[in-house]
């Protein structure tokens, strides 16, 4: 899923385990949670609108590229302070595989094209995994584009659970 999707996610598992766990419980079940949960919602993101590889031809996955990443941002803007544990842990698997792993691997690659340095560290391959066990059964959906429909309703679900919580934007 997308960045927005995660950060959600990860607020909402910082905010329960900082309202019920104490201290250092708070911050290992924070860590642990938004770890997993990156996992489980990469998981179901087979029912998304989700490709595996950038369409920078088409028009209609630009435009929601470009709305998704800005959301996401704003996401990261109005929320990082407070709840940046989650944050970066729901994300992690994101980091590791997108930013870290595939630029050293592309380099590599230039120098080597057969080279599968780094694939066995891949951490979404873990998601890989969980999606063929558990979610199985769902609809792949990645390459149809009203699969944005269910992803906007996860985010707004997600919106939802968080504005129940009453999130501080403070650090409290």
Same mark, same amino acid.
């Given at each position: 899923?997308?960045?927005i999707?995660?950060?959600?996610?990860?607020?909402?598992?910082?905010?329960?385990?900082?309202?019920?766990?104490?201290f250092p419980w708070?911050?290992?079940?924070?860590?642990?949670f938004?770890?997993?949960?990156?996992?489980f919602?990469?998981?179901i993101?087979?029912?998304?609108?989700?490709?595996p590889?950038?369409?920078k031809?088409?028009k209609?996955?630009l #435009?929601?590229? %470009?709305?998704?990443? *800005?959301?996401?941002?704003l996401?990261i $803007? /109005?929320?990082?302070?407070?709840?940046? @544990? &989650?944050?970066?842990?729901?994300?992690?698997?994101?980091?590791w595989?997108?930013?870290?792993?595939?630029?050293?691997q592309?380099?590599?690659r230039?120098k080597?094209?057969?080279?599968?340095?780094?694939?066995?560290?891949?951490?979404h391959?873990?998601?890989?995994?969980?999606?063929?066990?558990?979610?199985?059964?769902?609809? #792949?959906?990645? %390459?149809?584009k009203s *699969?944005?429909?269910?992803?906007?309703? $996860? /985010?707004?679900?997600?919106?939802?659970? @968080? &504005?129940?919580?009453?999130?501080?934007?403070?650090?409290?």
């Amino acid at each position: 899923m997308e960045t927005i999707t995660h950060n959600l996610v990860g607020i909402i598992i910082q905010i329960l385990c900082f309202r019920f766990l104490i201290f250092p419980w708070n911050l290992i079940g924070t860590i642990f949670f938004a770890f997993i949960s990156h996992i489980f919602v990469d998981g179901i993101a087979i029912i998304t609108y989700h490709t595996p590889d950038a369409q920078k031809g088409d028009k209609f996955w630009l #435009v929601w590229h %470009y709305i998704i990443y *800005g959301v996401s941002l704003l996401s990261i $803007i /109005i929320f990082i302070i407070p709840y940046w @544990l &989650g944050m970066i842990f729901a994300n992690i698997i994101d980091i590791w595989d997108w930013l870290i792993l595939r630029p050293i691997q592309k380099r590599i690659r230039k120098k080597n094209p057969e080279s599968k340095w780094g694939e066995k560290y891949y951490l979404h391959r873990t998601v890989d995994w969980v999606r063929d066990k558990l979610f199985f059964w769902l609809p #792949v959906r990645n %390459y149809k584009k009203s *699969g944005i429909m269910i992803e906007i309703f $996860i /985010i707004i679900a997600l919106s939802i659970i @968080l &504005g129940f919580l009453g999130p501080s934007l403070f650090i409290t």
